[in-house]
C-alpha cells in the first residue's frame, strides 16, 4: 500500500491494522477521533460512510477520498448493536448528513453530533428498515405519518 | 420589528420540476437568515431493495435514482458488480456505454438548463431545452426501446447493439444541439443582460464550503476546482478521448450554469470522438441473468452529470447483495445549500436552489 497507509500503521500499532485491499482496520473504537485527525492531513472529505449490519455487530466502513488524484482509504470499525461510537463531524463536516443516515436507518448513535435527528425517514417512524432484524411490524403496516405533529 | 423574523416554508415543490425538497427559512425583511433542507420526501428505499433483489434485476430501480440521468447510475451499477465478479467487458461495449453515458450527460444538463428557466420564471427555456432533449430521447428510444428509464444495461455488456445507421442520426442530432446552445442559448441566457443579472455574483459557493460538504461535480468546477473522474480515474474509454476539463472561477449561480453550458460542448466533441473510433465486435452479454458473485468489498465511482457517484457494494457469495450503499452527489450539494443561501435574497434562494442541480430521486434514494 502507499506511503500513508503505513505511516498510519506505525503511528497507532495498537489500535489498527491492515486488512484486505488496502483497507485499514480499527480494532479499538476509542482512537477513532485520534485517527480520523491524522487522516485529516491526507483526505479531503468524507466520501461516504457505508454501515453494514453484521448481527451482532455493525460494521462502519469510512471512506476517505481527496480533490486530487485518485487516493481513497476506507477504516473499518466494528461495534456491537447497542453501542455508541464518537462523530466525526467536528473533524470532517461532510459526515453529518451520512452520520444522520446512518442513525436514521440502523440506529447506531453518535456521540457529539450536532444535529443527530433523522433525515430520509419522518421522525415518528419505527424502527430502522436497513437493520437484518428489521420486520414489518402492525405498527408499521397502519403507520399513516398523521401523528406528526409541525 | 427588529430582530423579529418570520419562518418561511418553501417547498415541498412538485416532482415535475426537481423533485420534493422543503426548505424552512428564517427571513428577517427580505433576506434568509438561516435555512434549513429537508429531504426524505421521496425515499423508497432502494438500498433495501437492493439487499432483496438479483443483481440484474435491480437495473429497473437503479433507473428511478437519478431520473433525468437513468443511464449514468446504470453503467455503475453494472461496472460495480463486474468488478465484483472480476468479469472484462468488451471494448465495444465500453464505447456504448461511453457514448450512452455522454448523451445522458448533455440531456441531463438541459433538463438542468430548462428547469433553471423554470425557476427564474422563464417558461420558454424549459420549452426550448425539452425541445432539444428530445432529439436524444429518439435515440435513447432507437438504441433501447426506453426513453426516461431505459433499462438498456446489464452485468457483462448491454441489451442490444446499435441499431444501423444509428452513428448518422446521432451526429445530425448533435449538431442541431450544438449549433442551438452556441446561437440561441447564448443570445436567451448566458449573454443576455436580463439573465446576467439575476444570476451574477448571487449564491457564492466557496472552495472552503465545497470541501467542507464534499460537494463535487459541476458544482465543485464552477469554484474552479479542476477535478473530473473522468480524467483523474478514467473509467470505460475516457482515457482514449480528447476533452477537457471546464472550470469557472466565479463559484456564483452564473458560474455553475456556464459550466453546465460548456460541458454539453465537450461532451458533444468525446461522443463525435467515440462514435469514430467505435470497434467492430459483438456487444454480447457475457454473464447469466442470476448469478453469484463472490463475496467482498467493492466500490466503484463515476462521474455521474451531477458529481461522483459512488456504489460501495458489499456481497457473501450469494445471488443478491448484502448490504449496497448509493453515494448520491446531490444529496452533498443539498448539504451546503444552507451555507450558501446564507444572507441572500428570498427571490433568489430559488434560482440558487436550481443552480444545484439537485435530482431528489437521487437524494432520497
Same mark, same amino acid.
Given at each position: 500500500?502507499?506511503?500513508?497507509?503505513?505511516?498510519?500503521?506505525?503511528?497507532?500499532?495498537?489500535?489498527?491494522?491492515?486488512?484486505?485491499?488496502?483497507?485499514?482496520?480499527?480494532?479499538?473504537?476509542?482512537?477513532?477521533?485520534?485517527?480520523?485527525?491524522?487522516?485529516?492531513?491526507?483526505?479531503?472529505?468524507?466520501?461516504?460512510?457505508?454501515?453494514?449490519?453484521?448481527?451482532?455487530?455493525?460494521?462502519?466502513?469510512?471512506?476517505?477520498?481527496?480533490?486530487?488524484?485518485?487516493?481513497?482509504?476506507?477504516?473499518?470499525?466494528?461495534?456491537?448493536?447497542?453501542?455508541?461510537?464518537?462523530?466525526?463531524?467536528?473533524?470532517?463536516?461532510?459526515?453529518?448528513?451520512?452520520?444522520?443516515?446512518?442513525?436514521?436507518?440502523?440506529?447506531?448513535?453518535?456521540?457529539?453530533?450536532?444535529?443527530?435527528?433523522?433525515?430520509?425517514?419522518?421522525?415518528?417512524?419505527?424502527?430502522?428498515?436497513?437493520?437484518?432484524?428489521?420486520?414489518?411490524?402492525?405498527?408499521?403496516?397502519?403507520?399513516?405519518?398523521?401523528?406528526?405533529?409541525? | 420589528?427588529?430582530?423579529?423574523?418570520?419562518?418561511?416554508?418553501?417547498?415541498?415543490?412538485?416532482?415535475?420540476?426537481?423533485?420534493?425538497?422543503?426548505?424552512?427559512?428564517?427571513?428577517?425583511?427580505?433576506?434568509?437568515?438561516?435555512?434549513?433542507?429537508? =429531504?426524505?420526501?421521496?425515499?423508497?428505499?432502494?438500498?433495501?431493495?437492493?439487499?432483496?433483489?438479483?443483481?440484474?434485476?435491480?437495473?429497473?430501480?437503479?433507473?428511478?435514482?437519478?431520473?433525468?440521468?437513468?443511464?449514468?447510475?446504470?453503467?455503475?451499477?453494472?461496472?460495480?458488480?463486474?468488478?465484483?465478479?472480476?468479469?472484462?467487458?468488451?471494448?465495444?461495449?465500453?464505447? =456504448?456505454?461511453?457514448?450512452?453515458?455522454?448523451?445522458?450527460?448533455?440531456?441531463?444538463?438541459?433538463?438542468?438548463?430548462?428547469?433553471?428557466?423554470?425557476?427564474?420564471?422563464?417558461?420558454?427555456?424549459?420549452?426550448?431545452?425539452?425541445?432539444?432533449?428530445?432529439?436524444?430521447?429518439?435515440?435513447?428510444?432507437?438504441?433501447?426501446?426506453?426513453?426516461?428509464?431505459?433499462?438498456?444495461?446489464?452485468?457483462?455488456?448491454?441489451?442490444?447493439?446499435?441499431?444501423?445507421?444509428?452513428?448518422?442520426?446521432?451526429?445530425?442530432?448533435?449538431?442541431?444541439?450544438?449549433?442551438?446552445?452556441?446561437?440561441?442559448?447564448?443570445?436567451?441566457?448566458?449573454?443576455?443582460?436580463?439573465?446576467?443579472?439575476?444570476?451574477?455574483?448571487?449564491?457564492?459557493?466557496?472552495?472552503?464550503?465545497?470541501?467542507?460538504?464534499?460537494?463535487?461535480?459541476?458544482?465543485?468546477?464552477?469554484?474552479?476546482?479542476?477535478?473530473?473522474?473522468?480524467?483523474?480515474?478514467?473509467?470505460?474509454?475516457?482515457?482514449?478521448?480528447?476533452?477537457?476539463?471546464?472550470?469557472?472561477?466565479?463559484?456564483?449561480?452564473?458560474?455553475?450554469?456556464?459550466?453546465?453550458?460548456?460541458?454539453?460542448?465537450?461532451?458533444?466533441?468525446?461522443?463525435?470522438?467515440?462514435?469514430?473510433?467505435?470497434?467492430?465486435?459483438?456487444?454480447? =452479454?457475457?454473464?447469466?441473468?442470476?448469478?453469484?458473485?463472490?463475496?467482498?468489498?467493492?466500490?466503484?465511482?463515476?462521474?455521474?452529470?451531477?458529481?461522483?457517484?459512488?456504489?460501495?457494494?458489499?456481497?457473501?457469495?450469494?445471488?443478491?447483495?448484502?448490504?449496497?450503499?448509493?453515494?448520491?452527489?446531490?444529496?452533498?450539494?443539498?448539504?451546503?445549500?444552507?451555507?450558501?443561501?446564507?444572507?441572500?435574497?428570498?427571490?433568489?434562494?430559488?434560482?440558487?436552489?436550481?443552480?444545484?442541480?439537485?435530482?431528489?430521486?437521487?437524494?432520497?434514494?
Amino acid at each position: 500500500m502507499n506511503d500513508f497507509t503505513d505511516k498510519l500503521l506505525k503511528a497507532f500499532p495498537n489500535g489498527l491494522k491492515a486488512s484486505d485491499g488496502g483497507t485499514i482496520e480499527l480494532t479499538d473504537k476509542k482512537k477513532l477521533l485520534k485517527v480520523v485527525e491524522r487522516v485529516r492531513k491526507n483526505f479531503d472529505i468524507l466520501f461516504m460512510l457505508t454501515v453494514v449490519d453484521r448481527p451482532p455487530n455493525f460494521e462502519l466502513n469510512y471512506v476517505f477520498s481527496k480533490y486530487e488524484g485518485r487516493d481513497i482509504l476506507i477504516l473499518r470499525t466494528l461495534i456491537k448493536h447497542e453501542e455508541s461510537i464518537d462523530s466525526i463531524t467536528n473533524l470532517f463536516p461532510s459526515a453529518d448528513w451520512e452520520e444522520r443516515e446512518a442513525y436514521d436507518l440502523f440506529g447506531i448513535k453518535f456521540d457529539g453530533h450536532p444535529n443527530l435527528k433523522r433525515i430520509l425517514l419522518p421522525e415518528d417512524w419505527p424502527g430502522h428498515p436497513l437493520r437484518k432484524d428489521f420486520v414489518v411490524t402492525d405498527e408499521i403496516k397502519n403507520w399513516t405519518g398523521l401523528d406528526l405533529k409541525f | 420589528m427588529e430582530g423579529r423574523g418570520i419562518e418561511l416554508n418553501i417547498g415541498p415543490v412538485h416532482p415535475a420540476t426537481h423533485g420534493v425538497l422543503k426548505l424552512v427559512a428564517d427571513i428577517e425583511g427580505d433576506t434568509v437568515k438561516n435555512a434549513k433542507v429537508e =429531504i426524505g420526501f421521496l425515499h423508497r428505499g432502494k438500498e433495501k431493495i437492493a439487499e432483496l433483489r438479483y443483481f440484474n434485476s435491480y437495473f429497473p430501480i437503479v433507473d428511478k435514482l437519478d431520473y433525468v440521468g437513468a443511464l449514468n447510475w446504470e453503467i455503475l451499477w453494472a461496472s460495480t458488480v463486474e468488478k465484483a465478479m472480476n468479469l472484462e467487458i468488451n471494448d465495444r461495449v465500453k464505447y =456504448i456505454r461511453a457514448v450512452m453515458a455522454e448523451i445522458q450527460r448533455i440531456m441531463s444538463h438541459l433538463v438542468y438548463i430548462g428547469s433553471f428557466g423554470q425557476d427564474l420564471g422563464n417558461l420558454t427555456f424549459f420549452i426550448w431545452a425539452l425541445r432539444e432533449r428530445e432529439l436524444l430521447m429518439d435515440i435513447v428510444e432507437e438504441i433501447s426501446g426506453g426513453r426516461l428509464a431505459p433499462m438498456y444495461n446489464r452485468v457483462g455488456g448491454v441489451f442490444y447493439d446499435f441499431t444501423d445507421g444509428i452513428a448518422d442520426k446521432i451526429n445530425t442530432a448533435l449538431s442541431k444541439i450544438e449549433e442551438k446552445v452556441k446561437k440561441e442559448y447564448r443570445a436567451m441566457t448566458y449573454e443576455n443582460s436580463l439573465f446576467i443579472m439575476r444570476s451574477k455574483g448571487i449564491g457564492i459557493m466557496g472552495q472552503k464550503v465545497i470541501k467542507e460538504n464534499g460537494v463535487t461535480g459541476p458544482n465543485m468546477r464552477a469554484s474552479g476546482i479542476k477535478r473530473d473522474l473522468r480524467k483523474d480515474e478514467p473509467y470505460l474509454v475516457y482515457d482514449k478521448v480528447d476533452f477537457e476539463i471546464i472550470t469557472e472561477n466565479d463559484s456564483d449561480v452564473y458560474a455553475r450554469f456556464m459550466v453546465r453550458v460548456r460541458e454539453i460542448l465537450e461532451s458533444i466533441k468525446i461522443i463525435r470522438q467515440l462514435l469514430k473510433d467505435m470497434p467492430k465486435g459483438d456487444a454480447k =452479454i457475457s454473464a447469466p441473468w442470476i448469478m453469484k458473485v463472490p463475496a467482498g468489498y467493492t466500490l466503484v465511482r463515476h462521474e455521474m452529470s451531477k458529481g461522483e457517484g459512488a456504489m460501495f457494494l458489499v456481497t457473501d457469495g450469494g445471488l443478491k447483495p448484502y448490504r449496497l450503499k448509493i453515494r448520491s452527489p446531490s444529496f452533498y450539494s443539498l448539504q451546503a445549500l444552507p451555507l450558501v443561501l446564507e444572507g441572500c435574497k428570498v427571490a433568489d434562494a430559488f434560482v440558487i436552489t436550481a443552480s444545484m442541480d439537485p435530482v431528489m430521486g437521487e437524494v432520497d434514494r
